[in-house]
């Protein structure tokens, strides 16, 4: 396997205009995702963004960028057209898609997002965590996943994802964490086919994966990272990277 890890950064936020700027104790949000990627030690890192004002502090930071079209529709349309773009001899087999609003993504979850392309033939690795607490249950905004297979098993197979309670009658429940490994002719063959029905009604585009034929294979890991989608979620985590001076010994679900 020869991965790389791509960032996709957008400043068109509609909850947080200008996110990948937002200041994180001192830093832009989009470098604290870059240290994550860069601390995993995988392969290199690669910010693709629309945007030349993230382009400079990134390059400022050390990073490399590579800048992609404002219109493409999503962020995994974002990373292939990096992908194609800073890569066309395919030399790099893998490709990690680091969201880049996930700035306290620990370095272990980053590599264990690889382990179902490492250990099975899956054509796409991403993660979950397991839930006996029900509260949360739900709410749509988590996205529960079916999956298929023992518990002992290190990587099992997504039978499917939703924003409803999945399985209805439950009382163990998997919530998925939107990290991901591609294998690169998966990500070509995933963005290269249009939005499904599926993907459509559950607002999921994992969902196209699925519909379209491609595997996905979840590892189970013990810490959730926080996304910054709302001013309320940018204050958590400012306040996170306040209190905490070396966040790679710490881990966010401590909070």
Do not use: W
Not at 70 to 85: F, H, I, K, N
Not at 174 to 179: A, C, K, N, S
Request: glycine share 6%; hydrophobic share 40%; charged share 25%.
């Amino acid at each position: 396997m020869n991965p790389i890890i791509i960032i996709p950064a957008r400043m068109a936020s509609t909850r947080l205009p200008g996110k990948p700027l937002a200041n994180l104790a001192g830093k832009p949000m989009i470098v604290r995702v870059l240290e994550r990627g860069l601390e995993a030690d995988v392969g290199p890192v690669i910010v693709a963004c629309d945007d030349l004002r993230v382009a400079e502090v990134v390059r400022d930071a050390g990073g490399k960028v590579c800048m992609t079209d404002s219109q493409l529709p999503s962020g995994s349309d974002r990373v292939y057209a990096a992908l194609s773009s800073v890569d066309p001899e395919e030399r790099y087999n893998i490709v990690i898609n680091l969201q880049g609003d996930s700035p306290t993504t620990e370095s272990a979850l980053i590599r264990a997002s690889l382990k179902g392309l490492k250990e099975t033939d899956f054509d796409i690795s991403t993660i979950a965590i397991k839930k006996e607490n029900l509260e949360e249950i739900h709410n749509p905004n988590i996205c529960k996943i079916a999956l298929v297979g023992s518990e002992n098993e290190t990587v099992r197979r997504a039978l499917y994802f939703s924003r409803s309670v999945i399985p209805a009658g439950g009382n163990v429940f998997y919530y998925h964490i939107g990290l991901y490994a591609y294998r690169r002719f998966a990500l070509k063959k995933f963005v290269e086919n249009p939005p499904s029905g599926l993907e459509i009604v559950e607002r999921l585009e994992q969902l196209r994966a699925l519909e379209i034929g491609l595997s996905i294979g979840v590892t189970l890991v013990n810490s959730v990272p926080q996304e910054v989608n709302t001013p309320e979620d940018l204050r958590v985590v400012g306040a996170y990277f306040e209190s905490h001076s070396d966040v790679r010994q710490k881990t966010f679900s401590a909070l």
